[in-house]
């Protein structure tokens, strides 16, 4: 048994992929724009400037805390969070605090704490200017709409951290409400670390008193060794009896450890209050209904379903999934493909292991190029229903066998069809006549 057990717990941001920002009219696309081209006197916090919000992020917002069984708070509203930075114009961040749109949550075992709304930051821009290192403020992304979830330091173990995190990016993606990029900035990870005794852990299940946040990673490789290198760094201090405080870190590729940011801040530190220039938010129980009947069918959900209707390996659905619209070109696929008797297990294969696809935009390119491939001439109908007619009389045992319950003789019924026309029927063909007769 390990000395210690890392506690963890996430902050994930996300970029909504609404047309303007999230307390203005300006574009929120903003990535490759020329620098502070895409602005106004509200996201550039000049005085006077009144906010409004976006109801689109909003109702984002509520979407996605439903994927993960949330409870929409029916009562709502937006806080000042004051810090002060060179990406922030106002001095404070609009954001949520106490009463956050979304509460609670799962996926698998792991709790979701919170789901709130706030705006995003300035982008700085670090550069060297006539031989001066210089940093350039693009204020391009400030107050774009940012969804932040906030977990419960349920993670134990980097992998299930990956896992989770990439669970979470899926189901932007599938709801429509981000790409979740995170090379250009619009998904973005934080995780909250700490080590606890094994032993004392197991019994209280009591939280260190220090915890260290590693802050704005890019990338889900980056994460997982930031995350090592830090539990790494925690260990050695704690074998050597030293102290960890409160700290915010960032994690250095080349040299792989972490490094100190900053002094972590505690929420008294951000002297919220609620915001007095945007009215709360109310939802009623119907406007809640309306958009979890909107939910497209879930990742979670979809794999459960591909598994159970073509009975593919779970590796094979785990890949297909993280991408809906390589599923639907797959399922797409698969319809096409019954008419010449390919296999769901087949066209994945060809999609998985040979990206197939990548050359065909279209479905029944895919097909037609499967068939040209496989050359298989199949029997037609007339053939196929002679073949299930003789099996049907030669096969008298199974035939009562079948009729009587035993459900499983199908599988050999249509194997002797299939002997009987040398391997070249259509397997859905078969099983369609083959139950028609069954059933008279």
Known sequence: MNKYIPIIGLEVHIELSTKSKM?????????????NTQVCPVCLGLPGAL????????KDTIKFGLAFGSEINRFSKFDRKHYFYPDLP???????????ICVGGTFEDKRIRRIHLEEDTAKLVHETIAGEKSTLIDFNRSSVPLMEMVTEPDFHETAEVVKFLKEVQTVARYLGISNA??????????ANISLASSQEYEKTKELPNFKVELKNINSFKFLEKAMNAEIKRQEEIL???????????GYDEVK???YLQRSKEEAKDYRYFPEPDLPPLRFTDEEVEKLRNSLPELPKDKRLRLIETYTLPKDYVDILVSDPQRTDYFEKAVSLGSEFSLSAKLIADLMIN???D??????????RKIVELTKVEYAGAEETDLAVTEVITEQEKAVKDYRSGKGEVVGFLMGMVQKKLAGKGNSNLIREKLMNKLNE
């Not at 307390?23 to 620098?35: E, R, V």
């Not at 906010?51 to 909003?58: D, L, T, V, Y």
Request: include cysteine.
């Open 23 to 35: 307390f203005c009219g300006c574009p929120s696309d903003h990535f490759g724009k020329k620098p």
């Open 51 to 58: 906010p409004f919000a976006n109801s689109e992020a909003i």
């Open 90 to 100: 106002k001095s404070y961040q609009i954001s949520q605090y106490d009463l956050p």
């Open 181 to 190: 990029d995170m090379e250009k900035g619009s998904m973005r990870l934080e």
């Open 239 to 249: 074998n050597n009896d030293g102290k960890i405080g409160l700290e915010t870190r």
């Open 256 to 258: 792989e450890t972490t």
């Open 354 to 356: 040979k990206k197939l």
């Open 358 to 367: 990548q050359n065909f935009p279209e479905a029944a390119g895919l097909i």
